[in-house]
């Protein structure tokens, strides 16, 4: 079996997603992310799914959200559209975008939008 060190490993991983935002590049697969980890596929799967009980798709989907979230909060859908978030968040089409957002966080972006102005008047 590859040796790895999972702390290591686990560390290189919060680099990638939270300090380079790598989930913003739209088609990202596990392994072009596997690859930058310098590790297989496999491993990335299994140490994602042991460290944070969800899969590469998932995970990523869920940083795009929340990137998506506070864009809408700083103002985004004041000059640009949906779409344009959607793309900017990292999702390759407005369908999946809209699909993810409602399932994460339980309504759609626009509505999302619609609340915050609505909090924040």
Request: contains cysteine; aromatic residues 14%.
């Amino acid at each position: 079996m590859e040796q790895f060190d999972e702390l290591e490993l686990t560390q290189k991983i919060y680099q990638l997603l939270v300090i380079e935002e790598i989930y913003l590049q739209p088609g990202l697969t596990v392994g072009e992310f596997a690859k930058k980890l310098g590790v297989q596929a496999r491993i990335v799967t299994q140490i994602l799914d042991n460290l944070y009980g969800h899969s590469f798709k998932e995970l990523t989907n869920m940083y795009r959200i929340e990137y998506a979230k506070e864009r809408i909060e700083e103002g985004f859908l004041d000059s640009y559209t949906l779409e344009a978030l959607g793309q900017e968040a990292g999702f390759s089409s407005r369908t999946t975008f809209f699909n993810v957002f409602k399932k994460e966080i339980g309504i759609c972006p626009s509505e999302y939008w619609k609340k915050y102005l609505a909090q924040a008047a």
